[in-house]
């Protein structure tokens, strides 16, 4: 079965500041790999996804996330965040796809924003 | 934007009552989700439905629970008798047939008490 590890709970970050949230997956085939957020009292929100092809995947909001296979990792990264990036963060993983499969999540990364 | 809409946003009930949740999916979607996400725990795939019967469940999702399109629109979970253990976010979710995206709804939290 797949799984997925956010090693951070919670992360500090200054605005302005780059970041990074790690994931790292289990999963013995080629995963279907996704980043969302979720606002306070909002739903999930897909940031990004990576199926295959370029490693490098572009999403919203101006994150960017790196796939790994010798890693087993899918790290999320942003140059510069933003006061509105205070968020949780789950990495989730699926096996078939993002929409015909049970998504696997991360128990997630709180982000906070210093001024 | 179309979006997954959930009620009720908040929904108290005592133990061994049953609840019904209700979701209506983007309108052209095929494929529906229900997840839960005990508080301080992950976001935990309960059962995907396409095609008015279930295509996936997890171990979660036993005889106590089950989802129904009653209508063209909405998508419901109930809980026939409710657990102390059941509090938690109720998310509802709703692909397309493209396959290659999940569009989540605001959540229902269900206090047991």
């Known amino acids: 079965a797949q799984s997925v590890t956010q090693p951070d709970i919670h992360i500090t970050v200054s605005e302005g500041a780059s970041l990074e949230l790690r994931c790292n997956y289990s999963y013995g085939a080629t995963p279907y790999l996704f980043w969302y957020v979720q606002s306070p009292g909002q739903g999930l929100q897909l940031l990004l996804k990576y199926f295959s092809g370029d490693t490098l995947v572009q999403g919203i909001k101006g994150f960017e996330a790196e796939f790994k296979r010798s890693q087993s990792s899918f790290n999320l990264r942003k140059p510069s965040v933003h006061w509105s990036d205070a968020a949780e963060y789950f990495c989730?993983?699926?096996?078939f796809g993002g929409g015909a499969d049970g998504l696997t999540f991360g128990k997630g990364t709180h982000l906070i924003i210093q001024p | 934007e179309p979006e997954v809409t959930q009620t009720p946003s908040h929904q108290v009930t005592q133990m061994g009552q049953e609840v019904i949740l209700r979701c209506v999916p983007i309108s052209n979607h095929l494929y529906f989700y229900w997840y839960r996400q005990i508080l301080g725990q992950k976001v935990e795939f309960l059962v995907s439905?396409?095609?008015?019967?279930?295509?996936?469940k997890s171990e979660i999702f036993d005889d106590q629970f089950s989802v129904e399109r009653p209508d063209g629109s909405n998508f419901t979970l109930k809980i026939r008798s409710t657990k102390l253990e059941d509090s938690a976010m109720y998310f509802c979710?709703?692909?397309?047939?493209?396959?290659?995206?999940?569009?989540f709804g605001p959540g229902t939290r269900l206090t047991v008490t």
């Open positions: 989730a993983v699926a096996r």
């Open positions: 439905f396409y095609n008015n019967e279930i295509s996936e």
């Open positions: 979710a709703s692909s397309g047939d493209t396959l290659d995206e999940q569009y």
